[in-house]
């Protein structure tokens, strides 16, 4: 069974549009989290929820909103795509308190053109 | 944040034992050192974490310093398959008590036949 599951794996379109990736858990966690990894391999947090809760937001442009419909699932929408937005999304999701695990989903390819 | 460093790669031979080194001299007397592993077009994996001298599990051993200042992974008997890409992380509860953690650049470990 899959513990973090993303949708889509690949997704390719053209600047300027906008775009959702979909996150989902089964692991009963209330916390889950958006990572961007980009060329360079640099894995950044970029924002953080827990029990469908803002509790982390790094400086992200605005263009980027996640929404948490329940703690089961993190959503990721992006508005007005640019070139610079191309890399691999990760979400994650852990339970508190410190200290515990992170587990990943299988990340999300993004490519602007 | 505590920033880490750790070295861009390592090759080892299959079968010898590998350490992999992660400074943090910054690091606070909340936070946590964990360390995951990435294989190509996945998402991290958690491998191990710890707070102070020595933790042990099935894949490897994390050793710890009286200051915590610095970190080392071992890996016993490397096989092919431990080619992968290995962070070493600090993080701790923000100031909403929540887990916070920032990844380094990673140390891409080839292992050699």
């Known amino acids: 069974d899959t513990a973090v599951s993303q949708t889509p794996k690949y997704l390719v379109t053209q600047m300027g549009n906008d775009k959702s990736i979909k996150c989902e858990q089964n692991l009963g966690h209330d916390t889950m989290y958006w990572y961007k990894q980009d060329s360079k391999k640099f894995l950044k947090i970029m924002f953080s929820?827990?029990?469908?809760?803002?509790?982390i937001n790094e400086t992200v442009p605005n263009r980027f909103s996640p929404k948490s419909p329940d703690k089961a699932h993190l959503n990721l929408h992006i508005n007005s795509l640019e070139l610079g937005d191309s890399a691999v999304y990760f979400c994650?999701?852990?339970?508190?308190?410190?200290?515990?695990?992170?587990?990943f989903g299988p990340g999300t390819r993004l490519t602007v053109l | 944040l505590a920033k880490t460093t750790q070295p861009i790669s390592m090759d080892s031979y299959e079968g010898q034992e590998v350490n992999i080194t992660c400074s943090h001299n910054n690091i606070a007397t909340n936070d946590y050192i964990t360390w995951y592993q990435q294989f190509p077009s996945q998402g991290p994996r958690f491998i191990i974490q710890g707070y102070k001298t020595k933790v042990t599990n099935e894949v490897a051993s994390l050793f710890i310093p009286a200051d915590r200042k610095s970190s080392t992974l071992s890996l016993p008997r490397v096989s092919l398959s431990d080619t992968a890409v290995y962070y070493c992380l600090v993080g701790g509860p923000n100031s909403g008590g929540y887990q916070k953690v920032t990844f380094g650049t990673g140390t891409k470990l080839q292992v050699i036949p």
């Open positions: 929820y827990n029990n469908k809760e803002l509790i």
């Open positions: 994650a999701s852990s339970n508190p308190p410190v200290g515990v695990a992170q587990y």
